[in-house]
């Protein structure tokens, strides 16, 4: 269901690309649209989530249904008025949000004052998709994954229709796409009604105290900084890419969008579906399994994030030719997204670690350790921007995010072992070396067969599609086929570990 949502995201931007390329309108809705998906990451997706489903996991086990049902009662009245004040402060004050989110675009008054109308359109989509978080928190939890993974596809559709259909008929044609976004979020928070119905679990507002709700609350104000520092870098870049050239939001934004392609099929999935797990086992006290856990996330991470990371980096220009080179998308839309998605596709691992190792220490209730790593990684992203944004510009900007993300995924680690929470099991060597010898395979494969830059900007559109599925779907099956021959089978990668005897 991920990758159905990912491949139609890629469609969307592909038609956003086409329709709108990365001009100054563009840039505007970008901004308009990061701003509420920011406060939704960090909100719901990434603070409230990390600290509501341990606290629903334990409710589960000790109290049953009825005591669930309290607590998905409580949050919800507790969280909805929060979101309710927020986003008619975001609705009525969007001129002063794009004041502090995009200073840049003051010296354009025309594009400011376009991102401020669009960010009131937007701005309650934040409301709306927190909501479906938190829904999709619950599903989670009942290991009911599908309907949540699904969700983000409705709000593919609704924007490749609007782009299509109804930019033509508005006097803006750009605003078609904020307008979108709002609709979108109204239809994913109604798909999601049944499926709580069906659990019980459809909550209304309740006033009754309740300690989960403290309990969450005690968890989630420190993961509030914590969850979300990948997703403050990134606005971070925003905020400093505004006083760049027109354009370089949009290129930030496209290469972002293929890096969060393989990020989101595999490492966003793997996480949304370690942390119930992980939560489980720590409310069972099974440490065994806990670690067991983090060591099999661990070796999927390196079987498939490492090739992810070569696949991008060696076809970052030919993935941008191939979905975004048409209409008015230029040719040095092309070289300068291109640039920042190799500074990018660096970070993937980084990033992929650190939606891996932060549950851990939710799970476990332990959120200090990850807002102590988060400071510091915010700290050194933000000294990284000013020192590379100046000789480097944009690109500067994405190559400070990737340095980031390693230093918050090493650091996680680091305090995983330093406070005996995991060692890893036995086989780690082999496998580094059974990975490495693929993925030498792998980039021989690519930059043996790989086209110059210049055929793929003269080659067609179903030429260039041809080409990059034939070099993709080549290089994973050649990784697969050296993978095997070296012995790591789908039994052996696909099955957890067995723990250690403590």
Known sequence: MTLISRILGFVRDMVIARYFGASAGADAFFVAFKIPNFFRRLFAEGAFSQAFVPVLADVR???????VKQLVDAILTRLGGILLLLTAFGVFGSTLWMWVFAPGFVDDPEKFQLAADMLSITFPYLLLISLVAFSSAILNTYNQFAVPAFTPVLLNLVLISFAIWVSPLLDIPVMALAWGVLVAGVIQLLFHVPFLKRLGLLPRPSFKPNDGVDEVKRLMLPALFGVSVAQINLLVDTVLASFLVTGSVSWLYYSDRLMEFPLGVF???????VLPGLSKKAALKDWQGFEADIDFALRLVL?????????????????????????????????????????YSFGLLGFILVKIL?????????????VKIAVAALVTNVVMNLALI???????????????????AGLLYWFLVKNQVFKPLPGWQQLFLQVGVANGVLIAFILGL????????AFGAWVRIS????????????????????????KTVLKPVTPRKK
């Open 267 to 273: 490492g966003v999935a793997l996480a949304t579906v």
């Open 390 to 408: 100046g000789p480097f510009a944009h690109v500067g900007l994405a190559a400070a995010t990737t340095l980031s993300a390693f230093m918050n």
């Open 303 to 343: 079987v498939i994030g490492v090739p992810a990371t070569f696949g991008l980096l060696l076809l970052a220009e030919p993935l941008i030719i191939s979905l975004f080179f048409y209409g008015a998308f230029t040719e040095m839309d092309v070289h300068m997204s291109g640039m920042s998605l190799m500074a």
């Open 61 to 67: 086990e000790q109290g049953g249904l009825a005591s």
């Open 450 to 457: 790989r086209p110059e830059i210049s055929q793929w900007l």
């Open 467 to 490: 080409w990059l599925l034939g070099l993709v779907l080549g290089a994973i099956l050649l990784y697969a086929l050296v993978l095997w021959l070296l012995g790591i089978h789908p």
């Open 358 to 370: 932060a549950p851990a220490f939710y799970a476990r209730k332990d959120m200090k350790t990850p």
